[in-house]
Nanobody, 125 residues
């Protein structure tokens, strides 16, 4: 059974950087597109970034474009989210997800089949 475990969250100040990691374990041979989403208190979950299976195609939410970089290491079954110039509005629980059906990067949460438990990111002003 495929499992995802996020790490790297924490409490930082505005302007700081964080690197989130998401490690997949179990049956990883069918891992295709992977993505990061986030959910702030009282808000709906929103898309942050996604990457295709090869790692050469990425998409970003407008709110993080230019400040975040998604990457993956398929040999390690791990996807990363480098977040720079963090803002208080980036505060949220960040979730990674993997699609077992789709090769290309996608913003649509319903295209993802397995989700991690989330990691908290808090940015103070």
């Amino acid at each position: 059974q495929l499992q995802l475990v996020e790490s790297g969250g924490g409490l930082v100040q505005a302007g700081d950087s964080l690197r989130l990691s998401c490690a997949a374990s179990g049956r990883t041979d069918s891992n295709y597109a992977m993505g990061w989403f986030r959910q702030a208190p009282g808000k709906e979950r929103e898309f942050v970034a996604a990457i295709n299976r090869s790692g050469y195609s990425t998409v970003y939410a407008d709110s993080v474009k230019g400040r975040c970089t998604i990457s993956r290491d398929n040999a390690k079954n791990t996807v990363y989210l480098q977040m720079d110039s963090l803002k208080p509005e980036d505060t949220a629980v960040y979730y990674c997800a993997v699609s077992l059906r789709r090769l290309g990067a996608t913003r649509a949460s319903n295209e993802y089949d397995v989700w991690g438990q989330g990691t908290q990111v808090t940015v103070s002003s």
